[in-house]
């Protein structure tokens, strides 16, 4: 008994070993195009938050951004990647890409849990980390929130089952820790809560025993209790004005928003960006199962029993998504792919599809198990099945690396060049005392998105400790938010910046630690030029030259705007 123990526990670690030793090189090949890659737009406040703040720790308790979401267990991620690896993009890079490749990992054990056989499980595992449009969602460092939201989740599912199966009671704690994570780490880890209920009821219903009925009514009260718990938290810390940035559009526009995000799906599903061949790979996965089918002699509906769960754990977490999101997709553009010209927002719109392409990938599983059991006597069909598998998996590797070196030549040609200079000028500055301005003028008009991050963007460059950290800057447009060392900051120190009004309401600082937020905007030019702290530097189209004297004569005519300009 004991060799035959040691002989099942070593091939287990053979297969865990051999599916880690997968998932590290699909990471890898999709990183490598990305290794040079900057950050870009929101990443530039989070590597901020990361370098200035004094403590990680004070990330975990409390609204850190002033906005509409409530992050805060990644907030506190982020600043610890930050003290371990810096804001240097390839790092940062490979991280995603490793929480990526792990949500894969774990695709497959949940689908192994939920009736699907290794070969089956393993497709819908790959499928997921090579598609373009869960690639894309992990290549935009700002979508960690998505990655760690989703990892945990799958982790609270894999337990939650575990437990029900009848395991430890430490299973259950195992599971509804990893939920709370899940959910504290972005609102789109609320689609977990109907998959897990779900799956919890599926076990009431048809519990044989009174112990199994009682684990399934413990996860079920678990799973609100934990629910409610983060709903009240968020409610209570958040800032109630931000709460309606999305909220105060009314029921119809949740309706609307869940409807939109499955027009758009189909889109995400097939990218319609690449080569014909890589249209043609993603298409395999479709044609071949439907010719097979077509083609089976007799289709028995006990082929697709075993993979129920499977499927329905999926088609719960897409519809959850679809709810969870509605108010959020509802206000969004949402642009899938063009076959031939790269879009940013359509990279950035991928996140909202990123927890849905998981119960996608587990439809997907169930699929690949009821073709494997149709198809169980036909050697011919299986091989057709496994030529296009591969056929799909290779193409859909090559499409999402062909996105990965778009990516990275539109961040590193875009805001890159232009933040290093402006990263110079603000460092030639001679004296920075607390609460100084900085304005940094005639940025070019394609670089919207480093002129509402500058503040930040900057910042983030900047070592802690730095004077700089303490001063104000902008171009002739405030950014959204600045982010200062408040410590030595005197009382007034943004004047003659104004604070903006949102909702018919004055939105005051956030206070976070160290640092405080502050939102504001430019109303009084001629005030502004005058400011004796204030400096000036303009774009000649090479660096940042200092025209401070010339703006202060009215050699050189400067006009400041009263709006917080979007991207």
Excluded at 54 to 63: A, E, K, T, Y
Excluded at 101 to 125: D, I, M, P, Q
Excluded at 245 to 264: E, P, Q, V
Excluded at 426 to 448: E, H, M, N, Y
Aim: aromatic letters at 12%; hydrophobic letters at 55%.
């Amino acid at each position: 008994m004991r060799a035959e123990f040691r002989e099942e526990r070593k091939g287990r670690k053979l297969k865990v070993g051999l599916a880690s030793g997968g998932a590290g090189i699909l990471a890898w090949l999709l990183w490598y195009p990305m290794r040079h890659s900057a950050p870009f737009l929101d990443d530039y406040l989070f590597l901020a938050l990361g370098v200035h703040v004094d403590s990680p720790w004070s990330l975990l308790f409390g609204d850190v951004t002033g906005s509409f979401f409530f992050r805060p267990f990644v907030m506190f991620l982020w600043a610890v990647s930050v003290r371990a690896f810096g804001v240097d993009g390839p790092a940062q890079y490979a991280l995603n890409m490793a929480l990526h490749a792990a949500n894969g990992l774990l695709l497959l054990v949940l689908a192994r849990r939920y009736g699907a056989r290794a070969g089956s499980a393993a497709f819908a595992a790959v499928f997921f980390v090579v598609h373009p449009t869960t690639f894309s969602a992990a290549a935009w460092l700002s979508d960690r929130f998505d990655l760690v939201a989703l990892l945990f989740g799958l982790v609270a599912l894999i337990m939650l089952d575990a437990f029900l199966e009848g395991r430890r009671r430490v299973a259950l704690a195992a599971a509804l820790g990893s939920l709370v994570l899940a959910l504290l780490s972005k609102e789109i880890a609320y689609a977990m809560v109907p998959t897990g209920f779900a799956m919890a009821a599926k076990h009431w219903c048809c519990g044989m025993d009174t112990g199994s009925r009682r684990r399934a009514l413990a996860a079920m009260l678990g799973i609100l209790a934990c629910t409610a718990i983060c709903l009240c938290v968020r409610v209570l810390i958040l800032r109630p004005v931000a709460a309606t940035m999305f909220l105060d559009r009314g029921i119809a526009s949740l309706w609307n928003g869940f409807i939109k995000f499955f027009r758009y799906l189909p889109g995400f599903i097939v990218v319609r960006h690449g080569g014909l061949s890589a249209m043609f790979a993603q298409c395999m996965l479709v044609i071949v199962p439907v010719a097979l089918v077509a083609g089976a002699r007799r289709l028995e509906l006990r082929a697709l029993v075993p993979a129920a769960s499977c499927a329905g754990a999926g088609v719960l977490l897409i519809v959850g998504c679809a709810a969870a999101q509605a108010p959020v997709t509802h206000a969004s553009p949402l642009q899938p792919y063009a076959p031939s010209v790269f879009r940013f927002i359509s990279l950035a719109d991928s996140r909202f599809y990123y927890v849905a392409f998981a119960g996608v990938a587990l439809v997907g599983a169930a699929a690949g198990e009821a073709l494997l059991r149709i198809t169980a006597s036909h050697r011919m069909a299986r091989a057709a099945l496994a030529a296009a598998i591969t056929i799909a998996a290779i193409g859909m590797t090559a499409q999402s690396r062909g996105i990965a070196r778009e990516w990275s030549a539109f961040v590193n040609g875009g805001d890159a060049p232009l933040l290093a200079a402006a990263v110079q000028a603000v460092r030639s500055l001679p004296a920075a005392t607390p609460g100084c301005k900085i304005f940094l003028l005639d940025l070019p008009d394609p670089d919207d998105s480093l002129e509402s991050m500058l503040d930040v963007a900057v910042k983030q460059a900047l070592p802690r400790g730095d004077p700089r950290a303490a001063c104000f800057i902008q171009s002739e447009h405030s950014p959204w938010y600045y982010l200062l060392e408040a410590t030595q900051l005197p009382p007034g120190a943004e004047s003659p910046l104004n604070e903006i009004l949102f909702a018919g309401k004055p939105y005051p600082p956030l206070r976070v630690a160290n640092l405080e937020y502050y939102y504001l905007k430019a109303v009084n030019t001629p005030a502004i030029i005058a400011a004796p702290d204030a400096s000036f530097y303009a774009w000649n189209g090479q660096r940042f030259a200092n025209v401070t004297a010339l703006v202060r004569s009215g050699k050189r005519i400067v006009k400041f705007y009263d709006n917080r300009r979007p991207f």
